[in-house]
């Protein structure tokens, strides 16, 4: 019985960035963990940005590097103290590259509880096409 | 912990001058597993899923956990007496038959309870979900909360 389901979840620290660039801002940058999986008409990846804002979020595809960002508003008030805390909180930065063609203008972002979810349907010419055989 | 804030700067994460030491520690700690509360106690934290930030103000204690994917449907928060109970469950995407690349994002069943540092106001807790990040607010108790002693 040890489906996905009734698997217990395993702490994973959050992943700091050693970025190439340093950041303009100061404070912490996370790695935000993805899923990516293909299906034949899309490239799916989503993101756990937990505190992100729709506002705050920025996607950006160039050549063939794709950019997720997301700013965070600290949700601590001023007059609090620490008492355990136990993970940071920050910004969230990742590039990947991605090797399919996209149709860039199809391209769909949907922020739910915290999880991004992009949608990149692949370009005509790199879907796959299931080529029919004649045989005489 | 007063004297921790001489400076509170607007940016997160430089509230004093010296978070940023506090902050290396923490990391040194995890490194070597050997975390320590601030009185060098060895830390609750058992490394279980979710994390957890306890802050205070003069009023409440705050919870703060990030959730990400998670509805208020699939949270059960319980408290009894001084210890809260947060326990559910991450559902599995649908789109399982999809080929994947890359799978970092866990999925399953999680629970976790702690005791709160101090007694609780248990009728008026409040939990809010956004974005992924559960707040819990918890009223304290009339004895928890700091009285300001009069100099005659």
Redesign the interface.
Known sequence: MDT??????????KHEVAGPAEQT????VFVP???????QENI?L?A??????AEDISIDLRENTLTLSGDIA?????????????????RYFRQFTISEVIDQGRIDANL????LKLTLPKAEKAKPRKIAIKSD | ??TR?WI?FP????KSPFSDL??MK?QLD?LFGQAT?EKGYP???A????????????NN??I?A??????AEELDIQSTDRNIAITG?????A?ES?????????????SRAFTL?GEIERDKIDAT?K???L?ITIPKAEEAKPKQIKIR
């Open positions: 996905t389901e009734n698997k217990e979840i395993q702490v994973m620290g801002k100061p404070g912490p963990a993805v899923d990516i999986y293909e299906t799916i989503t756990d940005m937990p505190g992100v804002t600290p949700y601590e008030s001023a007059d609090e103290e620490d008492i355990a805390i136990e993970y940071e909180v920050g739910k509880n915290g999880v | 912990m007063i804030r509170d940016a997160f994460g430089f506090d902050r923490r995890q509360d830390a609750r934290r490394g279980v899923f979710p994390l957890i930030n306890l802050t205070e103000n003069k204690y705050f703060r990030e959730l990400p994917g998670v509805s469950h991450r559902e599995t995407p789109d999809a080929g994947y690349h890359r799978r970092e994002r866990e999925f399953g069943r999680f540092p979900l974005n992924g990040i707040t």
